[in-house]
């Protein structure tokens, strides 16, 4: 190819590959995604003229279609959800029904909620800079002075806030809000698909006591939600308001060219992991090459890295490599990450907006909502954990009528393994469904608890509080003594509200304070279920890209002490499980398998931490010892009877099986790749679930392999596992049959939170243990297709 007919995304995908060994070639993968065109259309004569004046003058002269469908929606009084990609103009569409509702009614109010209080930002900037007559934005959240917090409940009509100040400031002060409350029209939801797993249950419930007030002062607000491309999203919205909601989803806004590639680190041969397992260079690493690359050819580049300590290292890295050869261009590299203060975060915006950055690594906290598109490159270190996420930090690159460049870099890790080497499921599946579940009784109890305090509960409401499951945790709420039961409802015993005490984005547990000793200054607080595994002593703790050092962690205070230091390495804690059934929900059998999902009981112990360089190289492993903790939640796990593992099965197309000797570590490796798969049909992150296998469990009498839930009363991740259990195992097959090394790695079957320290691992023995699995599953299912199509012949021949 000419350099004259390379588009610029193939020349700088080039320049990131030159002098790159063949041998080492890393582009497993490159697909060329179409421009899209735009198709606008004329405004909604509903419009009225003030608003229209105001729109347009931002710049918009005609709204795209599913902007007009989805306003046009709202405003005739439905609940709907936008889902279309990034950049797409998901504000004008809920702009357009709101600023006309508040416009043409003075009584009517509006509330906008973000998951973050820098998205509300920017979006009531938006809103106020249009200044439409009588509309009265403001903000109220953490950072509202006291002194303007009056004004905003008696006079401000379009209220911008997140559910952490609804659920503490606003809910339960209610009778402040009356005048608000009556006239709510519109209730905005924004980044809905961000409320997914535990947070997101909660949120679900928030916006049930949201609905339940507003009715109590007579109004029922139509419900907007914005949100990335989703799959399902009627069904997710549905599940989050706990109402209908209309989707729209057929995006009309234009967008660029882009090439994405994917790309797999060589497997380093001087450097030992884990058990000696080979490590791959990693996509931290990779990721600074690539950006320094590609800051050299002037494209400006935002690099998308799994941690802030990862965002920071990755643009110390890229500096690195221009000093030595191109120092003018050093500074034009910057690492950005969740905790800047709003001037910080817009001059670094502004700065990569008009090129005088052209190089940013970033957590995704960019990712939220942030009004920056049309970069000519986007370099995703590691898959951000959802296919909306992936696709929400690709939209960014990419401008209508100029081709940009996206690379995919895979991490050392079963499913960044998988993708590189599937691109279908990467590029061409549909983005997953967010999974949430409101009926948790760990998040119901509280809400139910939150919304009693609010106003006495009655049994009319119940139904939208999950009816049955509602019942059963007021029945305990009683039990505790925490409600009174009355003829006329649910109430409220104590003086003292129950909101402070639960934490919408926490499991529901105490939250441990992880304190400077020198300074006794609070740096921040992390959840009590994880501190053992997180703040333990010797752990490298990050806060604002500052590094601490972990000397000591007091549980019963709930206090973690640090020092300031900076070591080169990070570390990771191993921990040993063990786990009980407590009940089975539901059960399927497949000859000698058997698939579950039910409740249980995870115990576990931190025993130590490795220390790890960021090549990947471990250092060592620091015992420790740190008390047990109890888990109860949901977990999908599948046995195997003894005759079909170990191959004494003679029956139809004998079986090999695998020797008992290699069954502990070829049901461990099962596992662990298992769990590294499970991300790709739920929407969690491997940190959000855990495993256990046994050679034979004390409950099930066989060969078992448990994944649950890592939050007390589960998150729906094992009930998808449940649903989706034959293409989760055939994707973990092939994940571990894709990598090339020998006997198991970080990308197959080991595992960055092992307790074991990934012993014993069976690689070609976990192919063999789901092999098993698979067949038996497919066989039982063709059985049961061949007998219902006799009996479909049977049926035909007696009638
Ligand atoms: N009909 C339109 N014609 C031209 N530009 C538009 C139109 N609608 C919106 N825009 C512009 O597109 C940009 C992106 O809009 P917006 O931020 O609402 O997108 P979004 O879908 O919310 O993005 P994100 O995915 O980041 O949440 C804005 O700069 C906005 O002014």
């Not at 379009?158 to 209730?187: C, E, K, Q």
């Not at 249950?201 to 949201?210: E, G, I």
């Not at 882009?258 to 990721?287: F, M, Q, Y």
């Not at 960055?752 to 014993?760: A, D, S, T, Y």
């Amino acid at each position: 190819m000419t350099d004259t007919a390379e588009t610029r995304a193939r020349r700088l995908l080039r320049r990131a590959t030159a002098g790159v060994p063949e041998d080492d070639y890393p582009v497993t993968h490159i697909a060329d995604l179409p421009a899209r065109h735009a198709r606008a259309t004329d405004w909604p004569g509903w419009v009225p003229d003030a608003v229209l004046a105001a729109v347009t003058a931002t710049g918009v002269d005609r709204p795209w279609e599913h902007q007009v469908e989805a306003a046009s929606t709202a405003w005739s009084g439905h609940n709907v959800v936008v889902a279309t990609g990034t950049s797409s103009g998901k504000s004008l569409a809920y702009q357009l029904p709101v600023l006309s509702r508040l416009a043409t009614d003075g009584r009517a109010t509006a509330l906008y909620l973000s998951p973050t209080k820098a998205l509300a930002g920017d979006q009531l900037r938006s809103v106020s800079d249009m200044d439409v007559q009588g509309v009265r934005p403001a903000r109220y959240d953490g950072d509202t002075p006291q002194s303007e917090r009056g004004w905003v409940r008696d006079h401000a009509r379009w209220v911008f806030t997140n559910p952490d100040m609804l659920h503490r400031g606003i809910l339960p002060a209610h009778p402040r809000w009356a005048r608000f409350f009556r006239g709510l029209s519109y209730v905005v939801v924004d980044e809905c698909h961000g409320y997914r797993g535990v947070f997101g249950s909660h949120v679900a419930l928030l916006l049930r006591r949201l609905r339940r007030i507003a009715r109590r002062y007579g109004a029922d607000p139509v419900f907007v939600l914005a949100s990335a491309t989703t799959a399902e999203p009627a069904e997710f919205a549905g599940r989050l308001l706990g109402a209908d909601c209309v989707a729209v989803t057929d995006d009309a806004s234009p967008h660029g060219a882009r090439t994405v590639a994917l790309w797999e680190p060589p497997l380093l041969g001087e450097l030992a992991g884990e058990n000696d397992a080979p490590v791959r260079r990693s996509a931290g690493a990779e990721a600074a090459r690539i950006l320094a690359e590609l800051v050299i050819e002037g494209a400006r580049t935002l690099a998308f890295v799994r941690s802030r300590r990862g965002a920071e290292l990755t643009a110390l890295g890229a500096q690195r490599i221009l000093a030595e050869v191109a120092p003018e261009l050093a500074d034009k590299v910057a690492a950005y990450r969740a905790g800047y203060l709003p001037e910080e975060r817009r001059a670094l915006e502004s700065a990569l907006l008009d090129g005088e950055l052209l190089g940013v690594a970033t957590t995704n906290a960019l990712e939220l909502g942030v009004d920056i598109s049309g970069l000519d490159a986007v370099v995703i270190a590691g898959y951000p954990g959802t296919l909306a996420s992936f696709w929400q930090q690709s939209g960014r690159a990419g401008r209508a009528g100029d081709d940009a460049l996206v690379v995919f870099v895979a991490r050392d890790d079963p499913l960044d393994t998988y993708l590189a080497h599937h691109p279908k499921a990467l590029l061409e599946r549909p983005v997953e469904a967010a999974v949430l579940d409101p009926t948790n009784p760990y998040v119901l109890a509280p809400h139910l608890a939150c919304a009693a305090a609010e106003s006495a509960l009655t049994v009319k409401e119940l139904d939208d509080f999950g009816g049955h499951a509602a019942r059963s945790v007021l029945d305990g709420l009683v039990a505790d003594s925490l409600l009174r039961r009355r003829p006329s409802g649910w109430y409220w015993t104590s003086r003292d509200r129950p909101h402070s005490d639960v934490d919408i984005r926490g499991s529901g547990v105490e939250q441990v304070a992880v304190v400077e000793a020198d300074t006794s200054r609070l740096l921040g607080t992390v959840d009590g279920a994880a501190a053992c595994g997180t703040v333990h002593p010797g752990a490298v703790y990050l806060h604002r890209g500052e590094s601490y050092v972990v000397d000591e962690l007091d549980l019963e205070r709930g206090i973690a002490f640090v020092h300031a230091e900076d070591p080169e390495w990070s570390t990771s804690a191993r921990d040993v499980v063990d786990i009980e059934i407590l009940d089975t929900v539901e059960k399927r059998t497949y000859g000698g398998v058997t698939v579950n999902l039910g409740y249980v009981a995870v115990t576990s112990r931190v025993v130590g931490y490795l220390r790890r360089l960021p090549s990947g190289e471990v250092l060592d492993h620091v015992p420790l010892d740190l008390p047990e903790q109890v888990l109860h939640t949901r977990a999908v796990w599948y046995t195997i009877a003894e005759p079909l593992l170990c191959g004494a099965d003679e029956g139809p197309g004998t079986r090999t099986g695998v020797k008992p000797a290699r069954v502990p570590g070829a049901l461990h490796a099962a596992e662990h790749a298992a769990i590294g798969l499970l991300p790709l049909f739920a929407t969690c992150d491997r940190w959000d679930i855990g495993g256990v296998s046994t050679a034979v469990h004390a409950d099930t009498g066989e060969a078992t392999v448990f994944v649950h839930d890592g939050h007390p009363g589960g998150a729906g991740f094992a009930d998808r596992g449940y649903a989706a259990f034959v293409p989760w195992l055939t994707a973990t097959r092939e994940a571990v049959i894709s990598c090339e090394c020998p006997a198991g790695c970080p990308s197959c079957v080991q595992s960055p939170k092992c307790g074991n320290g990934n012993e014993p691992l069976d690689k070609a023995g976990a192919v063999a243990v789901l092999d098993l699995v698979l067949a038996a599953v497919g066989e039982a299912a063709a059985a049961h297709d061949h007998s219902d199509a006799h009996a479909a012949e049977d049926s035909t021949g007696t009638t």
